[in-house]
T-cell receptor, first 112, second 115 residues
Framework: AQSVTQPDIHITVSEGASLELRCNYS??????LFWYVQSPGQGLQLLLK??????LVQGIKGFEAEFKRSQSSFNLRKPSVHWSDAAEYFC??????????FGKGTLLTVNP | NAGVTQTPKFRILKIGQSMTLQCAQD?????MYWYRQDPGMGLKLIYY???????DKGEVPNGYNVSRSTTEDFPLRLELAAPSQTSVYFC??????????????FGPGTRLTVL
């Protein structure tokens, strides 16, 4: 069965600093990988996804992620964080029958 | 397009009561899903549907039922509410497309408290 691990429950960064959120997955076949963001009191919004091709994928809001098969990782990055990026971030792997398995999330706090 | 809509936004139930959480999408998506989100636990799949008349259990189906009579609607039924069902419930939809690389679109959620 597939699984996703987000090792960091909570990360705090200063505005303007760089950001990297970690995601490790376990899946027997070629993975379909996603990053979603959830602002307080809102539903989830897709930031980016990977399922083939270039291992560095660009998403919305200036985010990017790199798929590393050898490390079973799909880490999310942003070069300069804005206060509006404060939210919870979820990594997910696409499984059979179009189901997603989500990690437990990483809460991002941005200090001014 | 309204996307995925959910009603109600908030609800408080007493133990043993029943209710239906409504979900509708206007994107003509075949696939629809119900998740629950508990603090620090991510999202867990309750039920999903690949088309009208077809539903299947997810990871945590106990205590819930679903139906899919139309492409647009996918209601979630709680028959005998229990405190363990206190959670935030999200409905989502997606198109089948090729492989599993399609985005799921999420509704705004229903916050349910069972007392």
């Amino acid at each position: 069965a597939q699984s996703v691990t987000q090792p960091d429950i909570h990360i705090t960064v200063s505005e303007g600093a760089s950001l990297e959120l970690r995601c490790n997955y376990s899946y027997g076949a070629t993975p379909y990988l996603f990053w979603y963001v959830q602002s307080p009191g809102q539903g989830l919004q897709l930031l980016l996804k990977y399922f083939s091709g270039d291992t560095l994928v660009q998403g919305i809001k200036g985010f990017e992620a790199e798929f590393k098969r050898s490390q079973s990782s799909f880490n999310l990055r942003k070069p300069s964080v804005h206060w509006s990026d404060a939210a919870e971030y979820f990594c997910a792997v696409g499984a059979s029958n179009y189901k997603l398995t989500f990690g437990k999330g990483t809460l991002l706090t941005v200090n001014p | 397009n309204a996307g995925v809509t959910q009603t109600p936004k908030f609800r408080i139930l007493k133990i043993g009561q029943s209710m239906t959480l409504q979900c509708a999408q206007d994107m003509n998506h075949n696939y629809m899903y119900w998740y629950r989100q508990d603090p620090g636990m991510g999202l867990k799949l309750i039920y999903y549907s690949v088309g009208a008349g077809i539903t299947d259990k997810g990871e945590v189906p106990n205590g819930y039922n679903v139906s899919r009579s139309t492409t647009e609607d996918f209601p979630l039924r709680l028959e005998l509410a229990a405190p363990s069902q206190t959670s935030v419930y999200f409905c989502a939809s997606s198109t089948p497309g090729t492989g599993m690389g399609n985005e799921q679109f999420f509704g705004p959620g229903t916050r349910l408290t069972v007392l």
